[in-house]
T-cell receptor, first 113, second 114 residues
Framework: GAGVSQSPSNKVTEKGKDVELRCDPI?????LYWYRQRLGQGLEFLIY????????KSGLPSDRFSAERTGESVSTLTIQRTQQEDSAVYLC???????????FGQGTRLTVV | GENVEQHPSTLSVQEGDSAVIKCTYS??????FPWYKQELGKGPQLIID?????GEKKDQRIAVTLNKTAKHFSLHITETQPEDSAVYFC?????????????FGTGTQLKVEL
């Protein structure tokens, strides 16, 4: 069956531009997570959605970062006024419910030049 | 908050040998411990997980052990094969019905040599 799908796979943007990253979770999964993975490092939690609500946004690094989820399905992570330190792989994961295992997409590699 | 430390950062074994990766965590309330395998250019893939009500779990060549008292857990891979070469991440979370927010270790690059 279809797994978690993320688009684009790669994104190169100029410093100061805004970017939108998309995540399509596994159908029927109510929980959705965004993580960031800097080069050679572990994953850092950004935000958690249950349905269309985000009860935990504690990992968003600044107010330039925002995310939304609609239809209890697709989620978009938006980074405004991108900076070079935003360069990383952004990973989305979904799980059937809040307490079960999370399945990851392949990520979006963001490069800010 | 939770802090997860993972060792070693790199591990090289001969094909057929065993590999062991160790993690420690700081939050005694953590109760869920997954392991992910990440191949180059791909997202992390869940390979095994364990909850705090058990001490060991096995799935074919892979096993995970958990010591709640010492707050550490380990991944054991037996009879390693070249396709086991990847980066392995441990993680910990406190699952209480309010989401499964994972704190990850920094990863172990496993290389299985022929």
């Amino acid at each position: 069956g279809a797994g978690v799908s993320q688009s684009p796979s790669n994104k190169v943007t100029e410093k100061g531009k805004d970017v939108e990253l998309r995540c399509d979770p596994i159908s029927g999964h109510t929980a959705l997570y965004w993580y960031r993975q800097r080069l050679g490092q572990g994953l850092e939690f950004l935000i958690y959605f249950q349905g269309n609500s985000a009860p935990d946004k504690s990992g968003l690094p600044s107010d330039r970062f925002s995310a939304e989820r609609t239809g209890e399905s697709v989620s978009t992570l938006t980074i405004q006024r991108t900076q070079q330190e935003d360069s990383a792989v952004y990973l989305c994961a979904s799980s059937l419910d809040p307490d079960t295992e999370a399945f990851f997409g392949q990520g979006t590699r963001l490069t800010v030049v | 908050g939770e802090n997860v430390e993972q060792h070693p950062s790199t591990l090289s074994v001969q094909e057929g040998d065993s590999a062991v990766i160790k993690c420690t965590y700081s939050d005694s309330a953590s109760n869920y411990f997954p392991w992910y395998k990440q191949e180059l250019g791909k997202g992390p893939q869940l390979i095994i997980d364990i909850r705090s009500n058990v001490g060991e779990k096995k799935d074919q060549r892979i096993a995970v052990t958990l010591n709640k008292t010492a707050k550490h857990f380990s991944l054991h891979i037996t009879e390693t094969q070249p396709e086991d070469s990847a980066v392995y991440f441990c993680a910990a979370s406190r699952v209480t019905g309010g989401g499964n927010k994972l704190t990850f270790g920094t990863g172990t690059q496993l290389k299985v040599e022929l």
